[in-house]
């Protein structure tokens, strides 16, 4: 128990950091005007992030941090991706660090393979080509009953 409430100060601290000085929008139409600004910016492709029932957006730009909060209604939000056949599962809290053509450090975002379940870390394009969009992921474990 003492490690989760020293894991949640630890947390709560990174995010206050990071979100201290953001810009902050909420309302649906608002962030996902937002958001679309963003991903144009850091040329990354506007479909990347899930726009729907987004409440919460805030981009602090001196850090590159992005925090996005999606409606409470649903415990996670998922999209699939027809070109590519992949389903991707969005938490109702997703953050990233964000620089030109990168989101890094992703938490809230995984996709399934097969049965399993990988959390996606980093969404970069290839260098070199403005049209290869590349993952890097961890394994997601099923918890021990």
């Known amino acids: 128990m003492h490690n989760t409430v020293k894991f949640l100060q630890q947390f709560y601290v990174h995010f ?3 979100c201290n000085g953001a810009e902050i929008v909420k309302g649906d139409v608002e962030c996902k005007k937002k958001l679309v600004q963003l991903l144009e910016e850091l040329s990354l492709p506007k479909g990347l992030i899930s726009l729907e029932n987004v409440e919460e957006f805030s981009y602090n730009r001196n850090v590159g941090f992005i925090y996005m909060v999606h409606s409470k209604e649903k415990d ?3 999209r699939t ?3 590519i056949k992949q389903v991707v599962s969005y938490a109702s809290e997703v953050t990233a660090y964000v620089e030109k053509e990168k989101l890094k450090k992703i938490s809230g975002v995984k ?7 990988f959390l996606i870390a980093e969404v970069y ?12 992921w961890t394994l997601v474990f099923p918890r021990a009953p």
């Open 16 to 18: 206050d950091v990071n």
């Open 76 to 78: 996670r939000t998922e």
């Open 81 to 83: 991706f027809k070109k």
């Open 111 to 117: 996709t399934k393979e097969l049965l399993i379940w």
């Open 125 to 136: 394009i290839e260098e070199g080509s403005k049209e290869k969009l590349r993952l890097r």
